[in-house]
């Protein structure tokens, strides 16, 4: 008889770096660059959990199906209770500056733009990227926003704004026409900024 202590079966307890906060960052991080790069269809559980280096159970365990790993991974670029303060704090005026500087802030962020191009990408070929794009960009933001300052029909303001800012985010970013994808952010921002400003505004 050897003194080797017997093997003992079923999974093999997780290392200390496959669980907790860090594990689950590291989740976060590795679906929004998989989303991103590939999209939501082609994304998986799987392969999010290999890019992690975490087990698949583990990316269950902390988020659930796909669709909530995929807005856990989206808030993250938009944080719209940090972010609604500020540009709420001098009421109406400036909003239209604030709200696009905010916005193509946001995009120009590597890290906050690998998640938003997921969502652009996905939006239009997969309901679930839709609802993340309506959920965050629309009513937890811009709907909000139409609302505290007060303005007849609040949805459809904030729909025409959103329509306004995804269309130069598309072309800026994911199609890259030119001569947008190479203009001067500050150019963009005045350009923008008075539309926004009478969408969210004006009576």
């Given amino acids: 008889m050897n003194g080797t202590a017997p093997r003992r079966r079923g999974r093999p307890a997780r290392k200390a770096a496959e669980t907790g906060p860090s594990a689950q960052q590291k989740i976060l991080d590795a679906a929004r660059t998989e989303f991103a790069e590939r999209g939501y269809d082609k994304t998986s559980i799987r392969g999010i959990a290999k890019a992690a280096g975490v087990d698949p159970a583990l990316v269950h365990h902390y988020f659930g199906t796909k669709d909530e790993v995929f807005a856990a991974a989206i808030e993250v670029s938009f944080e719209p209770a940090l972010v609604l303060p500020t540009l709420l704090a001098d009421g109406t005026d400036g909003i239209g500056e604030r709200l696009a500087r905010?916005?193509?802030?946001?995009?120009?962020?590597?890290?906050?733009?690998?998640?938003?191009?997921?969502?652009?990408?996905?939006?239009?070929?997969?309901?679930?990227?839709?609802?993340?794009?309506?959920?965050?960009?629309?009513?937890?933001?811009?709907?909000?926003?139409?609302?505290?300052?007060?303005?007849?029909?609040?949805?459809?303001?904030?729909?025409?704004?959103?329509?306004?800012?995804?269309?130069?985010?598309?072309?800026?970013?994911?199609?890259?026409?030119?001569?947008?994808?190479?203009?001067?952010?500050?150019?963009?921002?005045?350009?923008?900024?008075?539309?926004?400003?009478?969408?969210?505004?004006?009576?």
């Fill in 102 to 203: 905010f916005f193509i802030g946001v995009w120009e962020n590597p890290v906050t733009r690998a998640p938003l191009l997921a969502i652009i990408r996905s939006a239009l070929t997969h309901e679930a990227a839709a609802k993340v794009l309506r959920t965050f960009v629309l009513r937890r933001l811009l709907e909000r926003i139409a609302e505290e300052l007060d303005v007849p029909d609040p949805t459809f303001r904030a729909e025409l704004a959103a329509s306004h800012m995804i269309g130069i985010a598309l072309l800026r970013y994911v199609i890259k026409a030119e001569p947008l994808a190479s203009a001067d952010i500050e150019e963009i921002i005045t350009m923008v900024a008075p539309t926004l400003q009478r969408y969210l505004t004006e009576a």
